[in-house]
């Protein structure tokens, strides 16, 4: 091109270049941010399995108890202290199981069935038939009048 020539005006790119480059450092940020938060969370999961199951204050106010009855206890030389329930079951910390729904399975199911009855009666008024029950007719009458079938 000539000098002469008149300059063709090219758009501005500086500005969305500048928008782009913006655009792009937040995503970077955003996608930094988001993957410290799941280091975290990892963390936190990680840090709740390993911390040992707590016990209430009671259960641990009657543990050391015990320690401190069986530090003062003094055997005599050459004798054994004696096997108790707790050591022989070596049962260790186990969590607290609330009973409410029963021990065993059969007080489980039973338990379930209770509930399933209840509401039972609530849907269905607490009638309930037997297989022994026989059929005995419309409760509210038959109306010989009323035809409810279509004729072909």
């Known amino acids: 091109m000539t000098s002469g020539d008149q300059d063709i005006a090219l758009p501005d790119y500086t500005k969305s270049r500048k928008q782009f480059e913006e655009r792009a450092i937040s995503m970077k940020k955003a996608r930094e941010q988001m993957k410290r938060e799941e280091l975290e969370a990892k963390q936190q999961s990680k840090n709740k399995q390993q911390q040992p199951q707590t016990m209430s204050k009671n259960r641990l106010a009657r543990r050391q108890r015990e320690l401190e009855k069986l530090a003062k206890?003094?055997?005599?030389?050459?004798?054994?202290?004696?096997?108790?329930?707790?050591?022989?079951?070596?049962?260790?910390?186990?969590?607290?199981?609330?009973?409410?729904?029963?021990?065993?399975?059969?007080?489980?199911?039973?338990?379930?069935?209770?509930?399933?009855?209840?509401?039972?009666?609530?849907?269905?008024?607490?009638?309930?038939?037997?297989?022994?029950d026989s059929y005995e007719g419309e409760s509210a009458g038959i109306h010989p009048r009323i035809v409810r079938s279509t004729k072909f």
């Not at 729904?101 to 338990?111: D, E, F, L, V």
């Open 73 to 132: 206890e003094e055997l005599p030389e050459g004798s054994k202290r004696a096997l108790s329930y707790k050591i022989s079951k070596n049962k260790g910390l186990i969590r607290e199981r609330s009973t409410r729904n029963g021990t065993t399975a059969h007080s489980r199911m039973r338990s379930k069935f209770e509930k399933k009855m209840s509401k039972a009666r609530i849907m269905y008024g607490g009638k309930q038939r037997d297989a022994t």
